[in-house]
């Protein structure tokens, strides 16, 4: 699935399923929640935390849709075309960051 029609897909399911988008405070609310979830997953399934009762049970390919759904969300209500931006994103990111990761020594492990 391209990103514009991930784009189109939530914007219709947000139109008929879920009736209207939240405001963008509430969508950035969420967002910051599910960002948590895949926080504590992480910090469990690969840091040094230890898991709860039942808390294994997540999945992190959910808890990462969740982002990317919510994400797009906020993306689609403030008019911003995420392939364009995503492609403006990665264009700065190589202008400036060429040289400055290969001359990390910290990255040469």
């Given at each position: 699935?391209?990103?514009?029609?991930?784009?189109?897909?939530?914007?219709?399911?947000?139109?008929?399923?879920?009736?209207r988008?939240?405001?963008?405070?509430t969508?950035?609310a969420?967002?910051?929640?599910?960002?948590?979830?895949?926080?504590?997953?992480?910090?469990r399934?690969?840091?040094?935390?230890?898991?709860?009762n039942?808390?294994?049970?997540?999945?992190?390919?959910?808890?990462?849709?969740?982002?990317?759904?919510v994400?797009?969300?906020?993306?689609?209500?403030?008019?911003?075309?995420?392939?364009?931006?995503?492609?403006?994103n990665?264009?700065?990111?190589?202008?400036?960051?060429?040289?400055?990761?290969?001359?990390?020594?910290?990255?040469?492990d």
């Amino acid at each position: 699935m391209e990103i514009k029609e991930a784009q189109q897909i939530i914007d219709k399911w947000i139109k008929t399923t879920g009736v209207r988008y939240f405001n963008e405070l509430t969508n950035m609310a969420m967002l910051t929640e599910e960002v948590g979830e895949v926080a504590r997953i992480m910090g469990r399934k690969y840091g040094e935390q230890s898991y709860k009762n039942n808390e294994d049970t997540k999945d992190l390919g959910d808890e990462l849709a969740d982002v990317l759904f919510v994400l797009i969300c906020i993306a689609n209500q403030t008019g911003v075309d995420l392939t364009e931006a995503l492609k403006k994103n990665i264009k700065k990111k190589t202008a400036r960051d060429s040289m400055r990761h290969k001359g990390n020594k910290k990255l040469l492990d």
